[in-house]
């Protein structure tokens, strides 16, 4: 069945420092993509999407490329902030006959950022 | 404009006893969600109904587990006997329609002791 891996966490970063959270995906046809992001005490917020191959979701300087070839939407930032803390998930929608609006989520990655 | 409510957001509760969850979604959104949600897992569907219809209920454990969406806006989700291992937090989510974006609830976290 489709799924979605993501990195193991938690990743501890400094300020200012690049991020890259890995994601790659299995799925039959072609899935829509997206990153959630949970802060705490907070409910998960969609980040950013993709639907289609080749297409970058961008939001809140958080970049992800849809990468068919791959099957991979890896979350990238150039330049994190202690607010960046929260655990991000990468998650996939079925498309097609089964289009259903359900997600299936990673395991979720934990991301610290220190000042 | 109100985001989806959730209540309670914590509760504690002895094995073997009921439980409910409550769930306001966003204002004339049609689909709503369920979603369990393990500690450091990602969370994973529980039932999604259209309106007040469950269209999906195959990951519901219908031996214990229930949920009723009265005329397609609030939803209650109900575990009776609860278990050990139904301890996480329970997600409720909505969207204006399949297939559009989700919005999600801050949760209800449920211990059973």
């Known amino acids: 069945g489709d799924s979605v891996t993501q990195m193991e966490g938690p990743v501890t970063l400094s300020e200012e420092a690049f991020l890259t959270i890995n994601c790659t995906y299995t799925?039959?046809?072609?899935?829509?993509l997206f990153w959630y992001v949970q802060y705490p005490g907070e409910g998960l917020q969609l980040l950013l999407k993709a639907t289609k191959a080749d297409d970058k979701g961008s939001n809140k300087g958080f970049e992800a490329t849809y990468r068919k070839e791959t099957t991979s939407f890896h979350l990238e930032k150039g330049s994190v902030q202690v607010s960046d803390s929260a655990v991000y998930f990468c998650?996939?929608?079925?498309?097609?006959?089964?289009?259903?609006?359900?997600?299936?989520f990673g395991q979720g990655t934990t991301l610290q950022v220190k000042p | 404009e109100a985001g989806v409510v959730q209540s309670p957001r914590y509760k504690i509760i002895e094995k073997k006893q009921p439980v409910a969850f409550w769930c306001n979604p966003i204002s004339g959104h049609n689909t709503l969600y369920w979603y369990l949600q393990n500690l450091g897992q990602g969370p994973e569907l529980l039932i999604r109904?259209?309106?007040?219809?469950?269209?999906?209920d195959s990951q519901l454990p219908k031996d214990r587990f229930s949920a009723e969406r009265l005329k397609g806006v609030d939803s209650t989700l109900k575990i009776q006997p609860a278990e050990l291992g139904d301890s996480a937090v329970y997600l409720c989510a909505s969207s204006f329609r399949t297939g559009a974006e989700a919005f999600f609830g801050q949760g209800t976290r449920l211990t059973v002791v």
């Open positions: 109904y259209e309106n007040e219809e469950a269209v999906d």
């Open positions: 998650a996939l929608s079925p498309r097609g006959s089964s289009n259903t609006g359900k997600l299936i």
């Open positions: 799925a039959t046809g072609y899935p829509s």
